[in-house]
């Protein structure tokens, strides 16, 4: 598939500060990309490079292969950018916002108006048209900037937390508005919800003090994890050694953790060597050696888990 | 029509129709035509004179400019800092002086409306005598490229802060100087300090020293030329400030 987003070496510094500090990325038609990265990492920054409204220290980027920053107008042509806090202009009422991009955009009359249609039914503003934009709710202010971005149908979308301050259902809609367009474009979001990278993303990269630290799918991310591929069990605290015993005869496993104590009950964790146990044989295991376990399940471990150990250790190699 | 007059077009369209978005438009104008009339015929004398012509209504244009100019140009840039839009502005597919020049064409179409709604005293001063009406109307085309060159210093200094009050401070402060550079007030005291050919050469950045010749019904070059590159060297600025500022 075509690379549509490649940034290379990306640098920034604001005053003494590295706020990106070498960024190289490359998006396919077709995937969305999830950019992590605690507050203050350099997502912003690194996206207001690569949409073109900061000129990078060092490093270029290429939008559907045109460079920005020696053609910024064709670049910017292909490109749909929703800001940070999706501002607009707050005088104008939503209709009026809408025809004014569709025309910087180039539209005559009719196509713009066909263009605003279309925008406004994907992302469900027909009610508030008329409305002035300061007027509106946090959720429809936020649909009204999406539709602004997403009104010349891009090729390269770029979002900066599309769904801060939304509530679930909103949350919901435009996961779904990206879902939606996901298969024809290249998309990064950068957020904070670490259950919308699973959610949307079909890649995630975590970024920390300018730098990427990670790159990959959930599924591979959450694979650095210690406890990914554990098998969580909890029983009765007088049944442990049973079970410690039992376990003892599976191969694979690297050690067992006590996790917990709750109401007589103990929560352990059998961490395997390599690769994952399968929750299937250890209470198969459990069993035929009859130890009665209340509760048993694989441990995904969640991309909480992983934007912390990553974040967090990467600090500590730095300090 | 070429690219950059259209997207100026269209970015001068939507910054003209937001001043009358809110009730900054009506304001600006009641309190334009009010204080021209109220200086006009109040301190100007303009009945007991008993000449027809409109001097005492431009001699006060510059003093009114200071104050009213610097509020119809804090907006421009200082708005789209505080509410982010320049960050969707400046990445929709368009030049930085496409934005620049239709900002600024917008405000000074605005304070041409301003400048319209005055024509009554044209009138009025034709119904009462026969003036010179070449000088008024020239008087009348100085007044607007003055309130250009006030507006283009206004946008500029917009642009380099996202508070509009200190915007129009500041602004109003540079308008100020350069119009007091022309009194005899600051340039007796400028006179002890520099050689002659400086006080010729700070006289002649004076807003005053121009208008009133203007308003007299001498164009010379000397002065278009002066309002014109103030216009585009403050317009220049603003392109350097937007660029510098745009990040923070």
């Not at chain 1, 970024?207 to 799918?217: F, Q």
């Not at chain 1, 399940?297 to 990553?310: C, H, M, P, S, T």
């Not at chain 2, 030049?95 to 009025?124: D, Q, Y």
Request: aromatic share 8%; charged share 20%; glycine share 8%.
């Amino acid at each position: 598939m075509a690379v549509l987003i490649e940034a290379q070496g990306l640098k920034k510094r604001f005053g003494s500060i590295a706020a990106v500090d070498g960024i190289s990325l490359t998006v396919r038609k077709g995937e969305v990309l999830g950019f992590l990265g605690p507050n203050g990492a350099g997502k912003s920054t690194t996206m207001k490079m690569i949409t073109g409204f900061l000129e990078p220290d060092a490093g270029g980027v290429r939008i559907a292969g045109i460079d920005m920053f020696e053609t910024p107008k064709a670049a910017k042509r292909k490109l749909g950018y929703l800001p940070e806090g999706a501002p607009a202009y707050g005088e104008m009422t939503a209709g009026d916002f809408l025809g004014f991009i569709a025309e910087i955009r180039g539209f005559d009359a009719g196509e713009a108006a066909r263009r605003v249609g279309a925008a406004v039914e994907k992302a469900e503003l027909a009610g508030v048209l008329g409305q002035r934009i300061e007027t509106l709710s946090k959720g429809f202010k936020r649909r009204v900037a999406m539709a602004q971005a997403i009104l010349h149908d891009p090729q390269v979308l770029v979002m900066d937390e599309p769904t801060d301050g939304l509530d679930p259902n909103q949350k919901h809609h435009v996961r779904q508005l990206i879902a939606d367009m996901a298969a024809d474009k290249a998309i990064i979001v950068s957020t904070h919800i670490l259950e919308e990278v699973e959610a949307v993303c079909s890649r995630a990269i975590i970024i920390n003090k300018g730098r990427i630290v990670a790159d990959g799918t959930a599924e591979e991310l959450m694979r650095r994890l210690p406890a990914h591929g554990a098998v969580a069990i909890s029983l009765a605290s007088d049944r442990v050694e049973a079970l410690r015993g039992a376990l003892g005869a599976l191969p694979g496993i690297a050690r067992i953790d006590t996790v917990g104590q709750a109401n007589g009950n103990v929560r352990l964790r059998v961490v395997p060597k390599n690769g994952a146990l399968k929750p299937h044989d250890v209470a198969e295991l459990l069993r035929e050696r009859a130890v009665a376990v209340e509760e048993i399940f694989a441990e995904r471990g969640n991309l909480d888990e992983v934007f912390r150990q990553i974040t967090t250790s990467d600090e500590a190699a730095h300090a | 029509m070429p690219e950059i007059c259209r997207n100026t077009w269209t970015i001068a369209k939507r910054e003209f129709k937001g001043y009358f978005a809110t009730p900054l438009a009506a304001v600006f104008l009641t309190i334009f035509v009010a204080l021209t009339g109220a200086f006009t015929f109040r301190l100007g004398g303009f009945f007991d004179r008993g000449i027809a012509d409109l001097n005492p209504f431009f001699q006060y244009h510059p003093w009114l400019y200071l104050f009213l100019v610097p509020a119809v140009a804090m907006r421009l840039w200082a708005e789209e800092r505080k509410a982010g839009t320049i960050e969707l502005l400046m990445t929709l597919p368009i030049s930085p002086w496409e934005a620049i020049l239709g900002k600024f064409l917008a405000a000074w179409a605005f304070i041409g409306v301003a400048l319209l709604l005055t024509l009554p005293m044209w009138i009025t001063v034709n119904v009462l005598g026969s003036p010179d009406n070449g000088v008024i109307l020239v008087s009348y085309i100085g007044s607007f490229l003055m309130a250009g060159a006030f507006l283009a210093i206004g946008s500029a200094v917009s642009a380099a802060t996202r508070n509009q009050v200190i915007a129009f401070i500041v602004a109003a402060t540079i308008c100020f100087l350069l119009v007091m550079a022309g009194l005899d007030l600051i340039l007796n005291y400028v006179r002890g300090l520099v050689p002659g050919f400086l006080i010729s050469a700070v006289a002649s950045l004076s807003f005053l020293t121009h208008f009133d010749r203007i308003t007299k019904g001498v164009v010379d070059l000397s002065s278009l030329v002066f309002y014109a590159s103030l216009i585009v060297f403050a317009l220049f600025a603003n392109r350097v400030l937007v660029e510098l500022k745009k990040a923070d």
